[in-house]
């Protein structure tokens, strides 16, 4: 069946007995923002939500594996620790959320509910990412400052839950492969964006357009934003 919110139709419920075990609700609730429990699709198989619009950044050190060959495995997580506890707060101060860490990648999200406040959350999490580069060189990764290349991508996307054990909020979709792809072909202590952010920011930062040949997309036209620059009016 399906839910109504606010006399609207959402998200589709299997008809399948759904998890209500307040251990459940309470797992469920630790990997999930409270106002996006609401919205939930709950069954014995998985949660689901579709987000109509959101922004994703990903954050990557630069030449972590030839870095982390040269320390051991406790200076290894004491860095990534100190890297991680300055990025989420960097989450709490510009009002973004921490999807996840993946080994030394960073992924956050700004869900946009609607349309209007899409230009607010491509501006949070650039402002994000900025912050991203002025404290990484802080953390330093085998004597050395640690450096990053930032992704950011705009677009569709679905959050959930699947599987039946150690759960985690995650997001799947197109605009999560793109955000991934502007990160991987970026430039060191740059973030590079797709074109629909460029769009909304592009009267407020400076950017330099530039092709990138992305895995599975072919070539794609980005963005590069260098931390610190604002839009030149004339």
């Known amino acids: 069946y399906q839910r109504r919110v606010h006399g609207k139709k959402t998200e589709h419920f299997d008809a399948r007995p759904p998890i209500e075990s307040p251990a459940c609700r ?18 014995m198989a998985h949660i689901s939500n579709s987000i109509p619009s959101a922004t994703l950044l990903f954050a990557d050190v630069v030449g972590f594996t030839s870095l982390s060959s ?35 990648c960073y992924m956050a999200i700004c869900e946009s509910q609607n349309i209007a406040v ?3 959350s491509c501006r949070s999490l650039l402002k994000m990412a900025d912050y991203i580069h002025h404290v990484a060189p802080r953390v330093r990764l085998a004597d050395l400052p640690m450096q990053m ?8 996307v679905v959050g959930g839950v699947i599987g039946t054990s150690k759960f985690a909020y995650d997001y799947w979709g197109d605009t999560v492969n793109e955000a991934s792809r502007m990160e991987s072909t970026g430039v060191p202590g740059a973030t590079q964006v797709s074109t629909k952010i460029y769009q909304h920011l592009k009267d407020e930062f400076a950017f330099e ?10 070539e794609l036209e980005a963005f590069l934003h260098i931390p610190g620059r604002k839009a030149q009016y004339h």
């Open 209 to 218: 357009s530039r092709k990138v040949f992305a895995k599975g997309k072919g």
């Open 70 to 104: 040269r320390i051991s495995a406790e200076q290894l997580v004491t860095s990534l620790s100190s890297l991680v506890t300055e990025l989420d707060t960097g989450c709490e101060k510009y009002g973004v959320e921490k999807v996840k860490t993946i080994g030394d």
């Open 149 to 156: 290349r930032v992704g950011m991508a705009m677009g569709p």
């Open 26 to 43: 309470s797992s469920f609730s630790s990997c999930s923002s409270t106002s996006r429990m609401g919205r939930l699709t709950i069954t």
């Open 118 to 120: 899409e230009r607010n």
